[in-house]
T-cell receptor, first 115, second 112 residues
Framework: GDSVTQMEGPVTLSEEACLTI???????????LFWYVQYPGEGLQLLLK?????DKGSNKGFEATYRKETTSFHLEKGSVQVSDSAVYFC??????????????FGKGTKLSVIP | GAGVSQSPSNKVTEKGKDVELRCDPI?????LYWYRQSLGQGLEFLIY????????KSGLPSDRFSAERTGGSVSTLTIQRTQQEDSAVYLC??????????FGSGTRLTVV
């Protein structure tokens, strides 16, 4: 079945450092791909998405490009801030019949940014 | 409402007791999902409701787990005879498109 493999971390960076969180997927066809973020004590929020190959999703300085040839959707940010400290999840939707789409998540990567 | 509301935010219960977790989705969202987030297991799909269709219960881990959605809106996840391995954060999400979920803040369940 479809699956997502994500760098697990934890990752600790100094403020203004570059961030890359790797995500690769296995899927039938070309699903949409998502990055969700979970700040401490909160639920998951959609950070960005891409719906087809070569699309680039971006939000809050984060970017991810849907690479069909490498089946990847790596999350990047050029200069992280303390406020980016959170857990990041890569996800893809799987159609499971009767109009049901289940999101399959990676295991999450905890990012801590220190001043 | 403006977002997905879950209650309670925290619940501590004794092993063997039943618990009910509530989710109030965004008004107008026809799809509602329950996920479980536990250490070492990541996010697990539990159950999905779409309009008036029969729910997709394929993710429920045992028959101690059940859920209902009344009037196509509020949903209740019930865990009977709780076990320590049920301790986790239970997340609810709703959607109007079937893909772009909005999550609630979750209910942290601790079974002692």
């Amino acid at each position: 079945g479809d699956s997502v493999t994500q760098m697990e971390g934890p990752v600790t960076l100094s403020e203004e450092a570059c961030l890359t969180i790797n995500c690769t997927y296995t899927a039938t066809g070309y699903p949409s791909l998502f990055w969700y973020v979970q700040y401490p004590g909160e639920g998951l929020q959609l950070l960005l998405k891409a719906t087809k190959a070569d699309d680039k999703g971006s939000n809050k300085g984060f970017e991810a490009t849907y690479r069909k040839e490498t089946t990847s959707f790596h999350l990047e940010k050029g200069s992280v801030q303390v406020s980016d400290s959170a857990v990041y999840f890569c996800a893809l939707p799987q159609y499971s019949g009767a109009g049901s789409y289940q999101l399959t998540f990676g295991k999450g990567t905890k990012l801590s940014v220190i001043p | 409402g403006a977002g997905v509301s879950q209650s309670p935010s925290n619940k501590v219960t004794e092993k063997g007791k039943d618990v009910e977790l509530r989710c109030d989705p965004i008004s107008g969202h026809t799809a509602l999902y329950w996920y479980r987030q536990s250490l070492g297991q990541g996010l697990e799909f539990l159950i999905y409701f779409q309009g008036n269709s029969a729910p997709d219960k394929s993710g429920l881990p045992s028959d101690r787990f059940s859920a209902e959605r009344t009037g196509g809106s509020v949903s209740t996840l019930t865990i009977q005879r709780t076990q320590q391995e049920d301790s986790a954060v239970y997340l609810c999400a709703s959607s109007s498109t079937g893909r772009a979920y909005t999550f609630g803040s979750g209910t942290r369940l601790t079974v002692v």
